[in-house]
């Protein structure tokens, strides 16, 4: 089956610690995302890659590094500078190449992350 | 102004009611719409895309005013398995494919 997989599901983090959550795509999808959420806002972007070795800041990257060696794989860090990192972590990816134009997103399952 | 604005609810109604959900956006650039469905706990799935002469999908009907910078979303006869956090989106109106998400209108649909 074709589609996005992150992991953990959840994810314990004691404070001053970087925690990295994964995220991999078998959708051949050139462009990633990754968003937070935090409970009844909206979706967030911290990071963007639109092919591989190349990736950009969304509007919250402060704390946060990212990298995009593998086409398929789009892993975020969290690091220790993050001031409030407890939420629902979501990456997404989008088909650019091979068809018409598309800007829809699809996610996977999510990853929450507990800072105690 | 946030850039996506919605109705949070929550939107409490019956099974079989119809009901209308909202959103503006502010970016006049942007070109693309969606809605997307979101259960508790869950990820986005996309619910439709939104296009310029009005889409329907089954009992959803969706529709943009490009020039009131408006996008509704209406669900007839609504079952118990309707009730989610619909989330308005559309593109920033670059090509690096950036959507904005709005917070979400919390629907409930009651026995």
């Known amino acids: 089956d074709g589609g996005i997989t992150q992991s953990p599901k959840y994810l314990f983090r004691k404070e001053g610690q970087n925690v990295t959550l994964s995220c991999e795509q078998n959708?051949?999808?050139?462009?990633m995302y990754w968003y937070r959420q935090d409970p009844g806002q909206g979706l967030r972007l911290i990071y963007y890659?639109?092919?591989?070795?190349?990736?950009q800041k969304g509007d919250i990257a402060e704390g946060y590094s990212v990298s995009r060696e593998k086409k398929e794989s789009f892993p975020l860090t969290v690091t220790s500078a993050q001031k409030n990192p407890t939420a629902f972590y979501l990456c997404?990816?989008?088909?650019?190449?091979?068809?018409?134009?598309?800007?829809?997103?699809?996610f996977g399952p999510g990853t929450r992350l507990t800072v105690l | 102004r946030k850039e996506v604005e919605q109705d949070p609810g929550p939107f409490n109604v019956p099974e079989g009611a119809t009901v209308a959900f909202n959103c503006t956006y502010s970016n006049s650039a942007s070109q693309s719409f969606f809605w997307y469905r979101q259960d508790c706990r869950k990820e986005p799935k996309l619910l439709m895309s939104?296009?310029?002469s009005g889409n329907e999908d089954g009992r959803f009907t969706a529709q943009l005013n490009r020039a009131s910078q408006y996008i509704s979303l209406l669900i007839r006869d609504s079952k118990l398995s309707d009730s989610a956090t619909y989330l308005c989106v559309v593109n920033s109106g670059s090509n690096t494919g950036k959507l904005i998400f709005g917070q979400g209108t919390t629907l409930q649909v009651k026995p």
């Open positions: 959708l051949n999808h050139d462009a």
């Open positions: 890659s639109q092919i591989v070795n190349d990736f």
């Open positions: 939104v296009y310029s």
């Open positions: 997404a990816s989008r088909r650019t190449s091979g068809g018409s134009y598309t800007d829809t997103q699809y």
